[in-house]
């Protein structure tokens, strides 16, 4: 089992800047990819961003290319997401996710999920 708690969420207004980060905890010492995944008001979930285990790997929505960052420090088991640019429409829970590759995170296939935490956008 791995234990995914994200933070940083908050209010901000459109064009600034927030951090989200990640801590996994539990079997931490299986080599998963790590996402995020977010869930916008009234719709469904969409996939955002993910990393390949060693980092070398990374994937992002067409929605936040060039604003979006997406790290991780395998030495502190955590991933970030690095949101910047920010729009009304980026309003929603976004929620951690581990799975075998980027690719599975990217196409919804996710073994573990944080419990969501809210980015909301004011314009």
């Known amino acids: 089992q791995v234990q995914l708690v994200e933070s940083g969420g908050g209010l901000v207004q459109a064009g600034g800047s927030l951090r989200l980060s990640c801590a996994a905890s539990?079997?931490?010492?299986?080599?998963?990819?790590m996402g995020w995944i977010r869930q916008p008001p009234g719709k469904e979930r969409e996939f955002v961003a993910a990393i390949s285990w060693s980092g070398g790997i990374t994937y992002d929505a067409d929605s936040v290319k060039g604003r979006f960052t997406i790290s991780r420090d395998n030495a502190k088991n955590t991933v970030y997401l690095q949101m910047n640019s920010l729009k009304a429409e980026d309003t929603a829970v976004y929620y951690c996710?581990?799975?075998?590759?980027?690719?599975?995170?990217?196409?919804?296939?996710?073994?573990?999920w944080g419990q969501g935490t809210q980015v909301t956008v004011s314009s």
């Open positions: 539990g079997r931490t010492s299986s080599r998963y990819a």
């Open positions: 996710a581990a799975g075998s590759t980027g690719w599975d995170l990217k196409q919804n296939r996710v073994d573990y």
